[in-house]
């Protein structure tokens, strides 16, 4: 891939930007676009007809399968509707194989007296070859039974544990969330991490194609590999380039307000610096019970 698009965020589209990379460039693709459901991002709603939203999706995912390298993975995660008419309208018959896997949380919001609450969302796993880049070695969880016989031969012959699962299992972002900005729309980090592990390697160049909060670009830094992305609003994008000056840092200024001044009034309020320690705290035994791990006392909450 050119430098010039290496290690860069664009305050432009992100088809423009797409449509000026060569084929065949990049190893891995990440897409969380606007879900065209009325979400707020930055005082601005994105929202279309039905049809012309499918037909900008199908254009994104085309570029974005032109630049992937044949072995690379594309990931777009949308809600189940959506995706379902990207895989049947183009992704389906273009790439080579489609995988479809499931991010579960729990949510206060969508509920109904008429239907089952909607507490997932899709990722579609697109490649252009069987030959795909996947590790699992990056990604394996310990094995459930380790005292079976077939797993502790395993285990000695050296695998780490066993591909996870087609669903994960992630809190939201909350608003109390050390990772929280005032983005209306946080993909937990945990999850983008196991995506970005599991199909590339150190120096791989990774396209998060919706800059957003800087989080993902940050966790690209950290793990060594290339990030390009585009972020339109400029109140996102200046927050981006502030992220990536200073070690991935959230000023107040790019918080939640409320959250702030409740924080800095906790000094005076111990009961509410309390109930926030308590819900940071329930996130990471979930996280824990969910990867067979312990919290010790030393744990940072």
């Known amino acids: 891939m050119h430098e010039k698009f290496r290690n860069r965020v664009f305050n432009e589209d992100v088809l423009k930007v797409l449509k000026s990379i060569p084929d065949n460039s990049l190893d891995m693709i990440y897409g969380d676009p ?20 499918i037909e900008w999706y199908i254009e994104l995912t085309k570029e974005s399968m032109r630049v992937l390298k044949h072995d690379g993975n594309l990931f777009m995660m949308n809600y189940p509707k959506q995706n379902a008419y990207l895989r ?20 206060n919001v969508g509920h109904s007296p008429q239907k089952f609450t909607t507490a997932h969302r899709s990722i579609l796993h697109a490649t252009k070859s069987k030959n795909n880049a996947f590790y699992k070695e990056n990604v394996a969880v310990p094995y459930q039974n380790p005292t079976d016989k077939r797993i502790m031969g395993r285990i000695a012959s050296g695998q780490l ?3 996870p699962y087609s669903w994960f299992y992630y809190d939201l972002v909350k ?3 050390k990772d929280k900005t005032f983005h209306s729309c946080q993909i937990p980090l945990p999850l983008v991490e196991m995506l970005i592990k599991s199909c590339t390697k150190k120096n791989d160049d990774c396209f998060i194609l919706f800059g957003g909060s800087g989080s993902e670009l940050i966790l690209c830094k950290n793990l060594e590999r290339n990030y390009i992305s585009c972020e339109l609003h400029p109140e996102y994008y200046q927050m981006i380039l502030d992220r990536l000056s200073n070690g991935g840092q959230i000023k107040d200024e790019y918080r939640i307000q ?6 800095n009034n906790c000094i005076d309020q111990p009961l509410l610096f309390e109930e926030l320690v ?8 979930r996280a824990c019970l969910l990867h067979n791990t312990t919290i010790t006392n030393n744990s940072n909450y």
């Open 258 to 263: 409320s959250i702030v001044d409740k924080r």
């Open 175 to 177: 608003n109390v969330s």
């Open 88 to 107: 049947v309208k183009y992704l389906d018959e273009k790439a080579f194989n489609v995988n479809d896997y499931v991010w579960i949380y729990n949510t």
């Open 161 to 163: 544990g066993r591909m």
């Open 34 to 53: 606007d879900y065209n459901v009325g979400i707020n991002y930055a005082g601005k709603n994105y929202t279309q007809k039905w049809n012309d939203y």
């Open 278 to 285: 308590n819900e940071r705290k329930t996130c990471l035994q």
